[in-house]
C-alpha cells in the first residue's frame, strides 16, 4: 500500500540459500571450548519455539491483508548466491541506476559497485551502535528500548557501515517479539522511496558511521525466549 511511483521496479534477485541448520547445530555442539550449557541454549542455530511460529504467524496475517502489490513473474528470479557471476553479468548487462537490499547474505563489492549509484540496505537496528544481526533484539535485551531502529544506509565494504540514509525510531507500542519486525518493514517500505532519491542526489545529513562499533552475531533462543516474556511483562517509557 506504499507509493512507489517514482521508481520503475527493473528486476528482483531473491537470494535462497541452501543452509543445514541441523548440520550448523551440531558444528557448533562439537566445539570444545564451549559448556554444555551453552552448547544447547546458546546455540545461535537452534531456530525452533513457540515465539518463533507465533512471529511468523503474525507477520502472515498481516502482510497477506496489507499487500496489494502484483509483480510479474519475469521480473524475479531465485539464485542461490547473490554474488555470482549469473547476478554481475545480469547487473552489468542492463545498467540499473540503484539496488535495493533486504534480507540478504554479504554482497561483494563487485555486485554494489556495479549499478550507477551504488547499493543501499535496509537494517533492523540503530547505527554505528547495533550493527550485525538480530541487532533491534539485542538493544531490547540491553534495556535500550529507545535504540530500536529501522535504518537505510549505503552498502559499504563491510558490515553495515556505509553512510546512513534515513532512520526511523520505532515507538514503544510498537516494540515486542512478535510484532517488532514487521512494523520495521513497514517502516523501511515508508522510507524507501525518499532514500534512493537522497542517494542519488546526494543531499542527505551526513552521520557518522564506522566499523569500529561492535559487531552483534545471531541471537541464541534462551536470549530470545527471555525477550519475548520480558517484553509481556515490563511496560516501557518514551
Known sequence: NFNF?????????FEKKKKNNLKLFKKYIL??????????FLNPYLRTGIHEKLKLKFEKNKFNKKCNLILNEDLISVVSDINSNQVLEFLKKNKYDIMFVYGTSKIEEKIFKTPKYGAINAHGGFLPEYRGLDTNLWALFNGEYSKVYSTIHKVE????????LMEKRLPNDKLGFIKMRYFVTLDICEMTVDAMNNCISNKYIKKENNCF???YYPMPILIKILIFF?????????
Open 31 to 40: 566445539k570444545k571450548n564451549k559448556s554444555f550449557f551453552n552448547k544447547l
Open 230 to 238: 520480558k517484553l509481556l511483562f515490563i511496560k516501557t517509557n518514551d
Open 213 to 215: 562499533s561492535k559487531y
Open 157 to 164: 565494504k563491510n558490515f553495515d557501515t556505509g553512510e546512513v
Open 5 to 13: 511511483k517514482d521508481i520503475k521496479i527493473k528486476k528482483i534477485f
